[in-house]
């Protein structure tokens, strides 16, 4: 490979790892779900298997 592309690749690499380092510092993650969002998601999973079953019965 092109040791110009290695470079850039690694620079990229490096400023990603820089974000992720700085998101882990900070408590609240943008787009992170709560245990009140995984909570709903089985409700709302529950009641569209039990839905959809009742429906084809």
Do not use: C
Not at 13 to 23: C, D, H, K, P, S
Request: no cysteine; aromatic share 12%; glycine share 8%.
């Amino acid at each position: 490979m092109n040791s110009q592309a290695e470079h850039v690749r690694a620079q990229d690499l490096e400023r990603r790892i820089g974000v992720y380092e700085e998101m882990e510092k900070d408590e609240q993650w943008p787009g992170a779900l709560s245990a009140m969002d995984y909570i709903a998601i089985g409700l709302m999973t529950l009641v569209l298997v039990v839905g959809f079953y009742l429906w084809g019965y």
